[in-house]
């Protein structure tokens, strides 16, 4: 997968998950969460799943801007799909959204669904 980190670079994805979250999310709390949140699953994840989702986009699509953008709503769907696992399972309890009220990590959670889908 080295190719596809080269084409789709993580750190330009991370900036675009932040992008997305800042426009999203109102509450200043729940966004600070959500940032750091983005932080802690960037040191955990390659970005496959979104790197591939971008390079799927750039086989089929003319418009190269918008490749990090994909990438970054699909990885926001994965961490949002990673919290709800982690709270279900109790595991991962070192994780910001383990150690926050549940009410907060499912808002949370909700949010990056539908922020990675808009």
């Known amino acids: 997968m080295q190719g596809v980190a080269e084409m789709i670079e993580k750190e330009a994805v991370k900036m675009q998950m932040k992008e997305i979250v800042t426009v ?5 709390s729940l966004k600070e969460s959500v ?18 989702a971008g390079m799927h986009y750039q086989m089929f699509s003319e418009n190269m801007k918008e490749t990090e953008r994909i990438a970054a709503s ?18 991962s309890l070192e994780t910001t959204w383990n150690k926050a009220p549940l009410t907060t990590s499912l808002h949370i959670a909700i949010g990056l669904l539908l922020a990675g889908q808009k």
Do not use: N, R
């Open 24 to 28: 999203s999310f109102s509450v200043p």
């Open 74 to 91: 699909v990885e926001l769907m994965m961490l949002a799909g990673d919290m709800l696992d982690d709270l279900v399972d109790q595991d």
């Open 35 to 52: 940032l750091t949140s983005i932080e802690e699953h960037t040191k955990q994840s390659d970005f496959l799943y979104g790197c591939l």
